[in-house]
């Protein structure tokens, strides 16, 4: 198929757009990523979430170290195409870094950020080579 | 209450936020739009979803000329403390300028973003004044 769809996305001037992931069954909102037009276009081709990393400076494959990688479900697009939504299936159960589902696990209460979600998995763990 | 909530939100350098928004029921997610420390100080003490509009500079409470507000049920901040999630009810059950119930009503599908959404009111009805 043509690139067109790529086109189609307003990429920032850093060609990047934010990415939020779903999970497919459930709703919940797991992550925020960057994507730029390669992380988009592997996303698509390979069916599993890849972002484009604004530290290390470089494409990543969900899940790569850690193996909680992102089973991608459907792609949307927002009004002004500057923003994507990844409909997923999140492998392992865990989403964030720390060894939580979701990385949005602090929940605003009575002006504290209060952590409101287990560690499912000790990032020792998960991250061990 | 004090600000150190504010100051614990990693603001990019512009000093802006993604802030997605998603229904608290059903956990549809309708947009994404930009806060900053105004934006979000604003959100928590009127309870109803502010944004920094980038393209007129200046904030903006969501549904300001729709009605379409977000009330906003809680408030969520993810692992990197760069990222906010909102639960809301969405006010009129449209969240997009376009007059669907969500921002994200393009899918791809083959190669081509199709719209997958109907249009629940014409925003010339919208936005008339």
Chains 1, 2 share one sequence.
């Not at 060609?15 to 459930?26: F, H, I, K, T």
């Not at 290390?56 to 500057?82: A, M, N, T």
């Not at 060894?99 to 504290?112: A, E, P, T, V, W």
Request: hydrophobic letters at 35%; proline letters at 3%.
């Amino acid at each position: 198929m043509s690139d067109n769809w790529l086109s189609k996305v307003n990429w920032a001037q850093d060609g990047l757009v934010p990415a939020v992931a779903q999970e497919a069954s459930g709703g919940r909102v797991l992550t925020l990523a960057w994507m730029n037009r390669e992380a988009l276009k592997k996303t698509v081709h390979t069916g599993e979430a890849h972002y484009w990393s604004r530290s290390r400076k470089k494409i990543w494959r969900k899940g790569e170290e850690s193996g909680h990688v992102q089973k991608v479900k459907s792609i949307h697009l927002d009004c002004d195409e500057d923003v994507i939504l990844l409909e997923v299936e999140q492998i392992g159960g865990i989403a964030c870094h720390t060894g939580r589902h979701s990385c949005f696990f602090q929940k605003l209460i009575d002006g504290n950020w209060v952590p409101t979600e287990p560690v499912l998995k000790d990032p020792a763990e998960i991250y061990r080579k």
